[in-house]
């Protein structure tokens, strides 16, 4: 790793950490089917648009770690949850409004439940996806000196993911909360850690 490509992420950490806590903070005004399709589409499309500029970002993140398998493959699980995750927002936070536009009896029975149990999974495979690249990541970042952030990583990645494959924990509201939750403040954590980590290296000005 080149430390100073790095601490060089001064503003994608400032990013990273805010978008996080902005995240969090949709996750805590989560929408219920009673707030109306507006709000519900509105609400996740923000959360997901976070979600894709956070990916953004790590992968800022583990270009600067400098690619190995562990970055590589921290990388890639990270993506693949981002992709399961951005299905099952568009499940719940668009498709199911735009079934409501529907007169009543048009759609046939058990739709809804073939559309829930359809989140769940994906919901749930991308928690566990992300969860295991962050683990990766954070693995890295130890072995880099960034004992903090690193086990962190470790720990926000690896316990929900290995509760959602256990089955102590599931994705439904409480659940998913709590997973989210605990990924998003890695995320903050990380930020940070580039943010302060930029002013503990001058670095040489671009010809």
């Known amino acids: 790793m ?29 929408p219920q089917w009673t707030d109306g399709a507006f709000t519900i589409r509105l609400l996740h499309g923000a959360f997901l648009a976070l979600t894709l500029g956070q990916l ?58 073939l559309l829930w149990e359809f989140n769940q999974q994906l919901a749930r495979n991308g928690a566990v996806a992300t969860g295991a690249g962050m683990a990766f990541l954070g693995a890295v970042l130890w072995q880099q000196e ?25 994705m439904k509201f409480e659940g998913a909360i709590l997973t989210y939750v ?8 990380l930020g940070t850690a580039l943010f302060r980590a930029a002013g503990k290296v001058t670095l040489p000005s671009t010809p």
């Not at 960034?146 to 599931?170: C, E, F, K, Q, S």
């Open 146 to 170: 960034w004992r903090v952030t690193g086990i962190l990583g470790v720990l926000a990645g690896a316990v929900p993911a290995v509760l959602l494959i256990t089955g102590v924990a599931d």
């Open 182 to 189: 605990t990924q998003l403040i890695w995320m903050v954590a």
């Open 2 to 30: 080149e430390l100073k490509k790095l601490q060089s992420l001064r503003v994608e950490g400032m990013l990273l950490a805010g978008s996080a806590l902005l995240a969090a903070v949709l996750m805590h005004h989560h």
């Open 56 to 113: 953004a970002i790590l992968a800022l993140v583990t270009r600067a770690l400098g690619w190995s398998l562990p970055t590589a493959l921290g990388l890639t699980f990270i993506a693949m949850g981002t992709v399961f995750g951005v299905l099952a927002g568009t499940i719940n936070g668009f498709v199911v409004p735009a079934l409501w536009a529907y007169p009543e009896g048009e759609i046939g029975p058990g739709i809804s439940q």
